[in-house]
């Protein structure tokens, strides 16, 4: 069907028949969207005929196509064809006109570029069927802004605008403005469109240098002056402002040898500042030319020479001279004097001048720093007196030149400042000596020493030196013999085998003019092998030495004494800890306990802590828990419960009969007592003191019952005449059962059991 159809409605579109429908009398209906799923009754077939209708008119682009389902049945319901599946297709129309995705394009492209560059690409888009003549779409511009010249073409099937020339100048015209259609139907007359707007903005590139407004400028600044701005100069340039196509470096080309100037940007007007950095001087140059160039942050973009691609200038400046004062030039000056020349000598001092005039007239000078204060200084001329005598070989004189500081001044009261280096003049005045007066002759592996002069004086007036022996003694001659080895040194060598010990050898030593000094040697001879071997022996040896220790010496005996710190902290500690473990036992156990033992045969004693017993009775036929100790305390049973308090037990107390109480034991007063205690109250007094401590000396290591913990009974009754069976429960062995006579008539059969067995 088509889409859009006008009707008229409803339309019958297609007949459904079944071939049955020659014998049997069919009915016709129909299934699926359009029908009894959306949209809604847009189809029907005649039930009788089969004819299918539409209702109303189809947009394809809402519904491409509908898939129903035909049915044929008898009047009964009987279905004698299979459903059949009926597809409509909705033909497409050109409704639809194609649309821009954008109703206003903005690119860019760079001025001057290439012939057939992209400046960008359009798009559009057709809601109708694709791949048909409704959707092939052209682009085409209809109109451009400026209209001329035509800069810009565009694809017809693409929509890629490109440029037509190379003419794109972003000074002339920065901004280019295009009315674009797009239309459907590849472009024919009769098919459907729409418009849209391109606007192309032009790029700045480099293209324009940047140029002077002037050619030549004049400037003037004062010599003696720095840091200060003395010309501003200017250019202009076409490009983009505020970019680096527009920003201009600027630089000195010519005249700036000595380094006097410096230009740099300013940034906020594109201006270049011209600025002194390094003082002119006006008697020396009165006017400098300098040449100055510009070019642009970015590189010049079209083919050009390098000379044709910077601007240049010339700049004057004139320089202004001031009254500038004296003038201490060169800034150090040198003098000669003989050291040692007298108080009084004279000799040429400091110069300074005009520096307008060159003359030295009306300039006054003083001193300002001399070390020794070995001169003095003419206030008018600069001549300066020597104060006291000179030495050369001063410590603070280095390489013979004495240095005075010099302030002179105009009487404008401006200063110069300079050096004046007093060079003195070696004389031969230090006879050369020996530095090293104390000599170490190793006598088993050595019989001589080498001695080194030295001569303050210049070399002129030093070696080659003489070695000789000052001492006219006879005995020093015999034991001792020098020999020139070079200009500055001898060797010393002993003679006729002496003794350990130290020697005093004078030795005299002449410089090549005569001038001689004595040096006084203290010669050791020593049993070592090397000089320091001998420094740490002591004075047995050599005569005078002097007992020491050595490095490692010192260090055994402090490891030695940190060895013994040791030891003593470990005993200490030690013994700390044994005092501070804790006692497994109470102290009063091995005092007062009671001791349970099976003396038939070897076993483990058990130990049990009695401090709940106190001064209650043991009676000998008392009831319950009493009868039982009565009975267990006795010669010759199989078992002993013992009471022990200071070494003493019952066995030893039991003399006359069993009437002691423990307080008896002890030496306290005797009772007779022949336990009138009842059961119940010896039981409430004893057990918890008694389970108590049976509990404490019953546990293993980690505070868990033994295996062998002795079980409690439960109380069997107050006032029970048969008394309790716990002693029964605790005996093992089979004899000794003679205590089952006088139980209570409660036990007689058990009595009578123990007996037949």
């Known amino acids: 069907m088509m889409e859009n159809s006008l009707g008229p409605f409803p339309l019958f579109l297609q007949q459904v028949q079944s071939d049955v429908a020659q014998n049997y009398t069919i009915y016709y209906s129909i299934k699926g969207p359009g029908v009894d799923q959306e949209p809604l009754n847009l189809f029907y077939v005649e039930r009788d005929t089969g004819n299918l209708y539409c209702t109303q008119r189809v947009d394809r682009e809402q519904y491409e196509s509908f898939e129903l389902t035909a049915f044929a049945t008898t009047p009964d319901g009987y279905t004698p064809e299979y459903p059949l599946p009926l597809i409509i297709k909705v033909e497409d129309e050109n409704d639809n006109a194609p649309i821009f995705t954008e109703t206003t394009y903005t690119f860019m492209i760079l001025e001057s570029c290439?012939?057939?560059?992209?400046?960008?690409?359009?798009?559009?888009?057709?809601?109708?069927?694709?791949?048909?003549?409704?959707?092939?779409?052209?682009?085409?511009?209809?109109?451009?802004?400026?209209?001329?010249?035509?800069?810009?073409?565009?694809?017809?099937?693409?929509?890629?605008?490109?440029?037509?020339?190379?003419?794109?100048?972003?000074?002339?015209?920065?901004?280019?403005?295009?009315?674009?259609?797009?239309?459907?139907?590849?472009?024919?007359?009769?098919?459907?469109?729409?418009?849209?707007?391109?606007?192309?903005?032009?790029?700045?590139?480099?293209?324009?240098?940047p140029t002077f407004t002037r050619t030549s400028y004049e400037a003037s600044v004062e010599e003696n002056t720095i840091d200060v701005e003395i010309l501003r100069v200017t250019v202009e340039d076409k490009d983009l402002i505020n970019t680096p196509n527009w920003r201009a470096n600027y630089t000195i080309l010519k005249g700036n040898e000595n380094g006097n100037f410096k230009i740099a940007t300013d940034p906020r007007t594109n201006e270049g500042v011209l600025c002194v950095v390094k003082p002119l001087n006006y008697e020396e140059t009165q006017k400098v030319t300098l040449q100055i160039g510009v070019v642009n942050e970015a590189p010049y973009s079209r083919e050009t020479s390098s000379r044709s691609a910077m601007s240049t200038a010339t700049v004057t400046v004139n320089v202004k001279n001031q009254d500038e004062g004296p003038e201490c030039n060169p800034p150090v000056q040198t003098v000669r004097i003989k050291e040692n020349a007298p108080a009084g000598t004279r000799s040429s001092g400091y110069k300074a001048y005009d520096s307008d005039t060159k003359s030295s007239t009306g300039i006054r000078y003083r001193k300002i720093s001399d070390p020794k204060g070995w001169v003095t200084i003419n206030e008018d001329s600069g001549i300066i007196t020597v104060f006291r005598s000179l030495d050369r070989e001063a410590e603070a004189i280095p390489s013979g030149v004495y240095n005075v500081t010099v302030l002179a001044s105009d009487q404008n009261g401006r200063t110069c400042t300079g050096t004046l280096g007093i060079i003195l003049e070696d004389v031969n005045d230090n006879g050369p000596y020996i530095p090293k007066q104390t000599v170490v002759i190793c006598k088993p592996t050595m019989s001589s020493a080498e001695i080194v002069a030295v001569d303050p004086d210049e070399?002129?007036?030093?070696?080659?030196?003489?070695?000789?022996?000052?001492?006219?003694?006879?005995?020093?001659?015999?034991?001792?013999?020098?020999?020139?080895?070079?200009?500055?040194?001898?060797?010393?060598?002993?003679?006729?085998?002496?003794?350990?010990?130290?020697?005093?050898?004078?030795?005299?030593?002449?410089?090549?003019?005569?001038?001689?000094?004595?040096?006084?040697?203290?010669?050791?001879?020593?049993?070592?092998?090397?000089?320091?071997?001998?420094?740490?022996?002591?004075?047995?040896?050599?005569?005078?030495?002097?007992?020491?220790?050595?490095?490692?010496?010192?260090?055994?005996?402090?490891?030695?004494?940190?060895?013994?710190?040791?030891?003593?902290?470990?005993?200490?500690?030690?013994?700390?800890?044994?005092?501070?473990?804790?006692?497994?036992?109470?102290?009063?156990?091995?005092?007062?306990?009671?001791?349970?033992?099976?003396?038939?045969?070897?076993?483990?004693?058990?130990?049990?802590?009695?401090?709940?017993?106190?001064?209650?009775?043991?009676?000998?036929?008392?009831?319950?828990?009493?009868?039982?100790?009565?009975?267990?305390?006795?010669?010759?049973?199989?078992?002993?419960?013992?009471?022990?308090?200071?070494?003493?037990?019952?066995?030893?107390?039991?003399?006359?009969?069993?009437?002691?109480?423990?307080?008896?034991?002890?030496?306290?007063?005797?009772?007779?007592?022949?336990?009138?205690?009842t059961y119940s109250e010896w039981h409430s007094f004893t057990q918890p003191r008694l389970g108590d401590k049976v509990h404490q000396c019953n546990q293993d290591d980690s505070h868990k019952h033994a295996q062998d913990y002795v079980l409690t009974y439960n109380y069997e009754g107050k006032g029970s005449s048969a008394g309790s069976v716990g002693c029964c429960s605790e005996r093992q062995d089979e004899d000794g059962l003679e205590f089952l006579d006088h139980l209570e008539p409660k036990f007689r059969t058990l009595a009578e059991a123990c007996i037949k067995r």
């Open 114 to 209: 290439k012939v057939g560059s992209i400046v960008g690409q359009v798009s559009a888009t057709d809601k109708d069927e694709p791949d048909t003549m409704h959707t092939r779409l052209r682009y085409s511009i209809l109109e451009q802004l400026p209209s001329s010249p035509t800069l810009f073409s565009m694809h017809p099937t693409t929509g890629v605008i490109t440029t037509l020339s190379s003419q794109l100048d972003r000074e002339l015209i920065d901004k280019y403005q295009l009315k674009i259609k797009v239309q459907d139907m590849d472009g024919q007359y009769f098919g459907l469109h729409t418009t849209a707007t391109c606007i192309i903005n032009i790029g700045d590139v480099n293209d324009n240098l």
């Open 459 to 677: 070399p002129i007036n030093g070696p080659p030196f003489d070695f000789s022996f000052r001492s006219s003694d006879s005995e020093v001659r015999k034991m001792w013999r020098l020999m020139k080895i070079n200009d500055t040194a001898a060797s010393l060598s002993y003679q006729n085998d002496p003794p350990f010990g130290s020697y005093v050898v004078p030795i005299q030593v002449t410089d090549r003019l005569g001038f001689s000094a004595v040096t006084s040697l203290n010669v050791v001879i020593c049993n070592c092998i090397t000089e320091n071997d001998c420094t740490f022996r002591t004075s047995g040896r050599t005569g005078n030495g002097e007992v020491k220790l050595g490095t490692w010496a010192i260090l055994a005996i402090l490891l030695g004494i940190a060895l013994l710190f040791c030891i003593l902290f470990t005993l200490v500690c030690g013994t700390s800890v044994i005092n501070k473990q804790p006692k497994e036992l109470p102290d009063d156990l091995a005092q007062q306990n009671l001791i349970v033992s099976n003396t038939e045969a070897p076993g483990d004693d058990k130990v049990y802590s009695t401090n709940g017993f106190t001064t209650q009775a043991v009676g000998a036929s008392g009831q319950g828990i009493c009868g039982t100790v009565g009975s267990g305390v006795k010669n010759g049973g199989q078992e002993t419960i013992e009471m022990v308090k200071g070494h003493q037990t019952l066995d030893s107390c039991r003399g006359v009969g069993h009437h002691h109480t423990l307080d008896s034991c002890r030496g306290g007063h005797v009772e007779v007592d022949n336990c009138r205690y």
